[in-house]
């Protein structure tokens, strides 16, 4: 009668014997740390003595609960990743001509950038305005500003994303207005808007007005496009900018999912069906370098979403258990020493993100330690993903990785360590009260920390910083903003408020201040009439900071 070998004893000896050998054996020389970025500690090896997998409650199939594999049953054999480089600058004539530039190079979809005064809801007029317009994305003062913006490109056709938050809801309705202008109804308009403000408080600090107020219009954009706008997402859940600010992977899973939780929490509260509008709710991680956990990040990530919107949320409806992300690869990985290099980090986290299942993906531009990306380096960013897509078999199976000791012990782990910080917050008393007592911004700036330390150490090694130097530099060419793209749209804004109908516009913001007075209007009506008429950013945030005031942080030493 044949016998069946243990595959743990057979072949070359015993994990024992391995051992054995392993310990015997001289260790790598250079004194690096052997853990994650993130600090987990790593084994040299996992073998299914060390790693428990249950297929059926841990992996399941693609677009089949728990989701761990993929949302969808097709993944990348039935549809790619939607492309997506991040494009503004100057003025909107400019950024038009990058994002035609990119559409005739195969991109699939719009990303804009916006400069910091729109960001932060200021005019380009404004004396805080000065010297940053245009700078850092694409000024935008009014609804004149997005009809240029998006002119010459059928918004029927594209989907678009909109990296903006605290005045989200008015860029969302200067979109709403130019695609009325196209002949394109409201429920056809496709894509998404960041207005995570909750992670502004945590990392990224373009707030401009307190918690309890800006929740009640991050909800008021959910009901909206829940009943108005059945195809666009309201919210995209950050995680990036909270790893951007030096969370561990970890960290970054946690706080989003509980962001997420969060304005799930309102919407309910406001006495939306959880499947009315969780469907539309997306989410947008980082992609660092990391390869594995950065790929069981996003697994334990799709696993904790569906498993919380089933048991603790009562969704019933399937898409509503989907998280659905973008992903962008990791700026604070770049360096401006040796730029190049650059390329190499953005592909390995590109492929991770790809491996991880994302929908979206944007691939950082080599330069872009150093300044804004110029045209070829974000056509090398755009063909990064095109090799990944077409030419490396990737996509060709789905979570080639899943079954992996070690990439389903870091989905685990990550998952175990997630569920340790939502027992943290819920102690705190809920997101919100943990901002307020700056529970997440101080376990991330020590993160930040320890990180830092590490490289100044020697500990991480990073290329041509810390280890392998060049002793010269070649300069190279970026992009530069002429300083008159400044002037330029000043004289706009002034020329626009100049020729428009003022009473209309102060009748539009006096209706919205007296809604935002009101904690049952939905202002998004108000604000969509507002941008009708012509009223700019800055005079409707205005309008809403006389109402609801602005925030200031309590310091994290």
Known sequence: MATTEDPRTAGSGSLRSW???FDAAPARPGGELTST???????????????????????????????????????????????????????????????????????TGLSTAFDMPTLMGYDSDHPRSLGEVGREGVAVDSLADVETLFAGIPLGEVSTSMTINAPAAVLLAYYLVVGEGQGVPRERLRGTIQTDILKEYIAQKEYIFPPAPSLRLVTDMVEFCA?????????????????????????????????????????????????????????????????????????????????????????????????RFHTQTAGVSLTWQQPLVNVVRTAIEALAAVLGGT??????????????????????????QQVIAHETGVVNTIDPLGGS????????????????????????????????????????????????????????????VNRYRADSEEPLEILTIDPALEHKQVERLQALRARRDGAAVEA????????????????????????????TLGEICDTLRRVWGTWRETPVF
């Open 19 to 21: 051992r054995e050998r």
């Open 37 to 107: 970025i993130s600090g987990l500690e790593v084994e040299p090896l996992y073998t299914p003595e060390s790693v428990e997998v249950e297929y059926g409650r841990d992996l399941g199939y693609p677009g089949a609960y728990p989701f761990t594999r993929g949302v969808y049953p097709s993944m990348y054999r039935g549809r790619l990743w939607t492309m997506r480089q991040f494009a503004g600058f100057g003025t909107a004539e400019e950024t038009n001509a990058r994002f035609r530039y990119l559409l005739e190079h195969g991109q």
């Open 227 to 323: 009943r108005e706008m059945p195809l666009w997402h309201p919210i995209s859940i950050s995680g990036y900018h909270i790893r951007e600010a030096g969370s561990t992977a970890a960290q970054e899973l946690a706080f989003t999912l509980a962001d997420g939780f969060t304005y799930v929490e309102w919407a309910l509260e406001r006495g939306l069906q959880i499947d009315e509008f969780a469907p539309r709710l997306s989410f947008f991680f980082n992609a660092h370098l990391d390869f594995f956990e950065e790929i069981a990040k996003y697994r334990a990530a799709r696993r904790i979403w569906a498993r919380e919107l089933r048991e603790r949320y009562g969704a019933r409806d399937e898409r509503s258990l989907l998280l």
């Open 359 to 384: 929908q979206s993906l944007h691939t950082n531009s080599y330069d872009e330690a150093l300044a804004l990306p110029t045209e070829d380096a974000a056509r090398l960013a755009l063909r990064t």
């Open 405 to 464: 000791y070690y990439l389903e012990h870091l989905t685990t782990r990550l998952e175990q360590e997630a569920y340790a910080i939502f027992r943290r917050l819920e102690e705190a008393g809920g997101m919100v009260a943990a901002i307020e007592q700056n529970i997440p911004q101080r376990e991330i700036a020590e993160a930040s920390f320890r990180y830092q330390s590490e490289v100044e150490a020697g500990e991480r090694v990073v290329v041509g």
């Open 508 to 535: 539009a913001l006096a209706a919205l201040a007296e809604d935002a007075a009101r904690p049952d209007r939905n202002l998004m009506p108000p604000i969509v009439d507002a941008a009708r008429a012509y009223a």
